[in-house]
């Protein structure tokens, strides 16, 4: 199998070491590498480093953007054997060790795939347009668009009944995300928003979180999910448990029977993994995800190495590992010790063994919940740990300070920084016919 | 006239006032009928009002586009005779009195235009997808978005020509933004990118300012021309003086017979007044700005204004007004005291006099040329009050606050904050057909 028992020879092409995807995983294979006798080329499709847990600040206008975001090139720029290529994998030859970038083709002695997932509807893809979810930078800008134009438009038109479904929000999902987008979209309502319209009351806003599930937060202890309810119940948000969605449309959403009118719908139910497996032409779970071994590498293809989102792994104990960040660190910097040992021609490291650091959620301006390992938190103490934690694994000091600084104001003066519809005109609010028609303002 | 001698009478209906656009003057004169017995409609096409003269920093990576922008509810929500539309104005009936914003209609008493201007190609519209210019959030984020591809593809370009394009960067236009954006640019690839890249060297990269004529910074003393000529040069820009830009296409410009290769291509030439002339049906000059009479009224429209940079106005010693923030600030203002005036039934505030408090541009991270009156500054105490200045007019304590952090952060460690390429990636650089050949890099 090729590469798989490359050394180095004095005077000879140092390993090169493809890295696919500069996500939690990516960057700590790349950092993992920096003493190896290996050349570490990192591939993105985007030029940034984005800190996944806080997308929904920007979708909920907390945070600009660029507050989350870090270019790759600038994280790696003091580490000699590390480069970088922006670009968009379309696929990977394992025969030739070569990764596609269109017409491109870059080769590799070891490669990492950690290209993540993203979010999706599991045969209702068609679902997107009016119900978009919450991954990428584009995602957040998007959802902020199609929040703050719902207040718009409201508090522009004359018919009852369209400003009801304006302002009703429906979140899918109970998970982190769906658990923070429902707390952070209660309290634009009430907080930022409130004494800035004239012909709406944006406290009227209803806000719908659907849990097809028992409780919310699955992950977490069943105590903590009870609490996160009451909290979100205490903001105005509406929980809906065991519910589960299936129609959304540009009017709203069916649970079964029963239909919800909204123009605003968010999907955070569910996500699909990279097709990594696809270009390897591996098996793959139904999430999508490539099955590896104990050392991450894909059966057959000893040189390849999948690792975070991507990947079904499974734990020490046989459990599979979550989608969570801390994962894909720890997965990271464990394939940068078993490639940097058989660059080496050392025997590789002990075993991977997932160390939990525990949960965390957050729900609206002071309240969270944290498990960490049998310490249950909630509560305002519960809010200060998640946003020091939050803060502090934050990449560069200026992205840390002008977080910490956008929360302190936020949290002193109930107002959003970053209240910006931009994009373009199509990407709006998909609007039904009836929409057209003629309405008169004054 | 309908509007034009509208008294209040007690128990009647207020009259109301239909402000369009809230850019500098837009919102000076809605601010200054905050007390005038009225009802003050605003109506932007955005949600939110734009600090434009930092516009160039948010198109280099300095600043995210929220530091310099607020929401226009944000700004009127303590004024309790405002309110606020989103909308996109389509044309005026000024039979009806109504402003005509799809199949939308706001009827007013009076109406103010303050619709500014877009930049322009004068007869060459086609060359807007290879030179875009700059004035909106989406043109700085575009614009942000090519000169950072730019440096990402001549990263993974391997023919040498195609790098020496990718790495030439041309502004065509020699006034402030012109100016301040070749500094930037010029910044930009010698200090914030220089050390992350591996198989270019920004530091090579060729920035081009060119200026049809005689010299740069025409609205300010020649002699502060000179020094802002010899700062660029300083910074590596070439400075192009009395050459006009042929032809715009995706390989580069021509410069009559001369032609220049590069990728990137900013325009910063001209503009063109919002179509305030056509809705209204009334002359325009040939910028399309709005011939005005002294109180800023359109002929034949005693009740309809119009300011900014839509408006042809003369200054009290009859030259024509120039296309700056102060003058539709004070032109907002004054606007507002004759409605009140009207309105009131009472005399009208003595003519306009526009106030010329100077003229400001920076050349990079520490050179600016300010003209005050006779006083002329340039260098690093320019550049001190050019930045207190522009801190000192964004609205609100968290855009001071942060814009602030940022240029301290970026004078200390020479980076950019917002180094982030976003938007779809059929906005990206339109490439030649030959650049879809295979290009092998490794």
Redesign the interface.
Known sequence: MKGSNITTIPGARRPRVVVVGAGFGGLAVAKGLARAPVDVLVVDR???HLFQPLLYQVATAGL????I?W?I??IL??QRNA?????RVTGIDTQRG?VLIG?????YDYLVLATGARHAYFGHEDWETVAPGLKK??DA?LVRQRL??AF?RA??DCDPEERRRLLNFVVVGGGPTGVEMAGAIAELARGA?A?????IDPKDARIMLIEAGPRLLPAFAESLSGIAKRSLERLGVDVLLGRAVTECTCAGVALGEERIAARTIIWAAGVMASPAAKWLGVESDRAGRVKVQGDFTVPGHANVFVIGDTAAAMDQNGRPLPGVAPVAKQAGRYVAQVIDARVRGRSGPKPFRYQDFGNLATIGRKSAVVEIGTVKMSGFAAWLLWSVAHVYFLIGL??R??VA??WT?NYI?F?R????????ESDELPMAPEQ???????
Chains 1, 2 share one sequence.
Do not use: C, H
Not at 83 to 87: A, D, K, R, T
Not at 195 to 199: I, M, T
Not at 436 to 442: M, Q, W
């Open positions: 985007r030029n940034y600009s953007p660029a507050d975001a270019p090139r600038s720029r003091t480069s970088v290529q922006m670009g070569e017409d491109r083709r870059l080769s930078i584009d800008t703050l134009m718009e508090e522009s928003l004494s800035d319209f004239r012909s200026r992205n300070v002008i600084l956008n104001w003066t107002q920084g970053a209240r910006l519809i931009t994009g373009r057209d028609e003629i309405r008169r303002v004054s």
